[in-house]
């Protein structure tokens, strides 16, 4: 059984799509997985990057989507998870996100925990997304991207996920917007410098531009 919390180093880096074909991978691989979502802001139901998974993976919502197991963290106002849950009067229930993780674990090899935004996400006033992986020892796969700003959010969340001496079992490195080559070329180098002088077993995974509507093949050698 294995737990990895994929996070990202801002909004929109791509974690969702990231997630979707981790599990799509694992899935040909033969291996057993799901994913949860650890709060989802902005929507009603069923967590909206749940449904983006499964349409990565190519199935139907499962059980545990409809009975709300993969993610019981759902507010519609599209803010911080804290202050999503303050603005409709409630809370995160942080011991319900730990059971439901259990109960998945139980049931699958692999469960893919996606955060929230970037590590230090509050999810309320004392503990941030970071202080919940570093207590529960949970591996993670940290989602960048080519944007502008990218080597400096991307290196500022290794070096604190280091300090606090939590595990980093990659990088996914999604290709979009790259609107250049030169930085693309250069972030890729710098990443895996970094990773190889202070994470050297960790891997350096790319996820190329994927058009809306359509998938596209991708490999995480190392993952399993």
């Known amino acids: 059984m ?12 791509g974690k969702s799509i990231a997630t979707g074909y981790l599990a799509k991978y694992i899935q ?36 545990e989507d409809k009975n709300f197991i993969t993610c019981s963290q759902v507010f519609d106002y599209p803010a911080s998870p804290h202050l999503a849950a303050e603005l409709e009067g409630k809370s995160i229930d942080i011991d319900k996100i730990t059971e439901n993780t259990k109960l998945l674990a139980d049931k699958y090899e692999t469960v893919l925990l996606e955060g929230a935004g970037g590590l ?9 997304a970071i202080d919940y992986v570093e207590e529960q020892k949970l591996p993670v796969i940290l989602v960048t991207s080519s944007k502008l700003g990218s080597i400096n ?44 002088k202070w994470y050297p077993n960790a891997r350096l995974w790319e996820l190329p531009f994927v058009e ?3 998938t596209v093949e991708v490999t995480f050698d190392g993952l399993l």
């Open 2 to 13: 294995s737990v990895y919390f994929i996070s990202a180093i801002d909004t929109d880096a």
């Open 28 to 63: 040909q691989q033969g291996g057993s997985v799901i994913t949860q979502k650890m709060v989802q802001t902005g929507c009603e139901g069923v967590a909206e990057d749940l449904i983006t998974h499964r349409e990565i993976m190519g199935v139907e919502l499962m059980e």
């Open 120 to 128: 230090h996400v509050p999810l309320n006033t004392s503990v941030n």
């Open 153 to 196: 959010h991307t290196l500022l969340s290794l070096e604190v996920m280091f300090n606090r001496g939590i595990q980093v079992k990659g990088i996914i490195y999604n290709h979009f917007p790259r609107k250049s080559e030169a930085i693309f070329k250069d972030s890729i180098k710098i990443f895996k410098q970094y990773l190889d």
């Open 212 to 214: 809306e509507g359509k």
